[in-house]
């Protein structure tokens, strides 16, 4: 059974140790820095854990409701969501999905959106699964 | 996109059956379901049997039946065995040319995101919810 609460401090360690043994990439600094920003932070920011009934955190979502970025509407941004892979097609990454989706919901947006490495076929189908499709914009990006 | 007639037949057969995995339906009967000609459609699903996504088959009348993962299978798994792979089409005149490259840089853009979306959509996403 997974449980999807909000974000605490102590729960660092155990969200930094999951994102590098997913990404290969230690980022602690930047995850306290999330933690700090959007665990407890004001309203339309969110950052969520799942857990097991024995407290082990088997993943996070983080995300805000942004106005008018890029000249869009309000809508409900998805920043980072990481399933530990031993607890994958178990529910956990859709329940944080929609705990997420639900809490945009209630602040009267109407659409959640994200940006992907269009390689990561993964995390892709991910989404995909929950309902998402191509959004209005087009990211575009230039070397400098 | 215009996807050729065998891939388009592909998808829609793939589809049909993995409503149903215990459903067994002839070429004759997905033809009569979209449209389509019999023959066309036996071809195609002699090569998703031969790819071991469908079981079945022999002849007109016989029926087929949905035998992979629909959550595994991908629109661009089934793509694949009717449409070029991008990177192994055969070079266009003038390709190399300083025009040609430049355009074709911009196709290639073109492939990479149509093949993510296609490789990002399950059978099972596309049946849940058909977009």
Redesign the interface.
Known sequence: MIEIRPAEPADLSAIAALDARLTGQAKAVYWQDMLARYAGGPPERHFLVAETSRGVLVGFVAGEVRAWEFGQPPAGWVFAIQVDPRQR?KGAGSALFDALAARFKAQGVTHVRTLID??D?LI??F???Q?M??GPSLQLDKVL | MKLQTATRLGLYAILELARDPNRTLSAAELGERFGVSTHSLAKVLGTLSAAGFVQGGRGASGGYRFTGNR?RI?LMDIVALFEPAPGRRAKEPGEDTEIGSALQRVLTEID??AE??L????L??ML??P?
């Open positions: 097609l269009r390689k076929h892709l189908s989404f995909r699964a309902g499709t191509a | 959550r991908t990479e995101i993510a979306t490789r990002s959509v399950s099972e996403t849940r919810r977009n």
